[in-house]
């Protein structure tokens, strides 16, 4: 394929380094000079080991030019990639004009040639940024319009510094953002025999799956620093327990409480957060990352009851109160706080939960619900039938099945599943999730 790279920072000259040696005809394009004439003469313009190799050996079979001028990245090419950055702007939000400044660039570049190759944007950019301000300067700079003069698609790069190569060779994931299905079907023919998952979704959840990467990494790092910490101040080697805590890849290092859901509760995380909290604070040791993990939590409760009291339901069921499916343990689970402060709205409530008898609640468990939910057993319903007279149910645990879900919504109940009851879809009346 011949291929424009526009921008020739890390992204763009690791990108332009690997595809030359894939055999692609590249075209390197921006607007700094000392840049271009550097990838004109096949030495790279950034420090990444065996980039410079694969320059110098595209250079010398004639697969890499580069140029100031958009028209040669555009001209006959098959697809362009814009890799240039998106610094924080003076607000701490995001800059975009680098972005917007290079697609109208190409769109113009686009007329001027009659070129009609695929926009693949691989600059780090936030949900709507593509379908709210690159395409519309794409179509207005080239007079053409996206999904049927052109194609563009979001191709967020995965791709660390000193490893670059070895990560644009055996990527964790190949992640393309379509407005028009098949938009993206020039990007699964360059990938093929590349061993990694290919995902094909929107615009905008492309543009989310780089941001939960790029924050989760910075969240691991603060987590293994604060822990490091602590572990410090009680005279551990830090490295020796986080040794045995990565070695647990079944909850720890794995897809385990990574899933959008409510939030959590039972008879440990809660109060073993408030234990190394206060541990720390005697000790003197800054934990702002543990700090706010409480907080958080208790404003997904909040941001919860707030939604529910705005469709103002006289009465509301609930399918589930126990902190997790299979068992009746409610030590602050946050289901109760849940039923609490609806009940402090006025609200009306009807409960049921398979696995919660308030005859056969004992010790701590029964304290704890007792203290917040006094009156519970007149709460509880033994059917599902019960719920029929809800307003809005609730569905905590999945304990119900689509079928059931779809009975409710076709007599007009209002759900909210914080459950992901599977089957049921997600884009209809009357049916929403926590994070939906």
């Known amino acids: 394929m011949r291929i424009g790279i526009f921008g020739l920072g890390y992204v763009g000259t690791v990108s332009a380094a690997c595809l030359v040696r894939e055999g692609h005809v590249v075209v390197g394009v921006d607007a700094v000079e000392t840049k271009v004439r550097s990838m004109q003469a096949g030495i790279t313009p950034v420090q990444e080991p065996g980039v410079q190799e694969l320059l110098e050996s595209g250079h010398k079979s004639g697969r890499l030019t580069a140029s100031l001028d958009p028209g040669e990245g555009v001209r006959d090419a098959d697809m362009v990639w814009i890799c240039v950055g998106t610094p924080s702007s003076l607000d701490r939000g995001l800059d975009l004009s680098h972005v917007e400044a290079v697609a109208e660039q190409i769109g113009r570049a686009m007329f001027t040639t009659g070129s009609r190759p695929l926009v693949v944007l691989r600059s780090t950019v936030l949900p709507g940024s593509m379908d709210?301000?690159?395409?519309?300067?794409?179509?207005?700079?080239?007079?053409?319009?996206?999904?049927?003069?052109?194609?563009?698609?979001?191709h967020p790069e995965f791709l660390r510094e000193s490893t670059a190569i070895a990560d644009f060779d055996d990527p964790p994931k190949i992640v393309v953002g379509e407005q028009i299905p098949g938009a993206g079907d020039p990007l699964w023919e360059l990938y093929k025999g590349f061993d990694a998952p290919f995902y094909r979704i929107s615009l905008r959840e492309a543009e989310m799956v780089k941001y939960c990467d790029n924050l989760f990494h910075a969240l691991k790092i603060t987590f293994a620093n604060e822990m490091g910490a602590i572990a410090r101040k009680a005279g551990l080697d830090s490295r020796r327990v986080a040794e045995v805590f990565c070695s647990d890849t079944k909850l720890n290092i794995s897809p385990k409480y990574l899933r959008p859901g409510f939030a959590f509760g039972g008879s440990c995380l809660p109060k073993d957060l408030r234990a190394i909290l206060r541990y720390a604070s005697l000790n003197s040791i800054p934990t702002p990352m543990f700090q706010a993990v409480l907080e958080s939590n208790k404003i997904q409760i909040e941001s919860l009851v707030d939604r529910i009291c705005a469709y103002q339901p006289k009465t509301i069921g609930m399918v589930g109160l126990a902190f997790k499916p299979n068992t009746d343990d409610m030590r602050e689970s946050p289901y109760v706080e849940v039923?609490?402060?609806?009940?402090?709205?006025?609200?009306?409530?009807?409960?049921?939960?398979?696995?919660?008898?308030p005859d056969n609640l004992i010790g701590a468990n029964k304290a704890m619900v007792e203290a917040a939910l006094g009156h519970l057993r007149s709460l509880?319903?033994?059917?599902?039938?019960?719920?029929?007279?809800?307003?809005?149910?609730?569905?905590?645990?999945?304990?119900?099945?689509?079928?059931?879900?779809?009975?409710?919504l076709d007599s007009g109940i209002r759900i909210i599943d914080l459950a992901g009851i599977k089957g049921v879809g997600r884009v209809q009346p009357n049916y929403e999730g926590i994070s939906w």
Do not use: Y
Not at 137 to 148: D, P
Not at 346 to 353: E, H, K, N, Q
Not at 381 to 403: F, Y
């Open 132 to 154: 709210g301000k690159v395409i519309p300067v794409l179509e207005e700079a080239s007079g053409l319009k996206c999904g049927e003069d052109f194609d563009a698609v979001i």
């Open 339 to 357: 039923a609490k402060r609806l009940i402090g709205e006025g609200a009306r409530l009807l409960i049921f939960d398979p696995h919660v008898d």
């Open 380 to 408: 509880m319903t033994s059917s599902l039938a019960d719920l029929r007279e809800a307003d809005l149910i609730l569905v905590n645990h999945p304990a119900v099945d689509t079928d059931q879900v779809r009975e409710w």
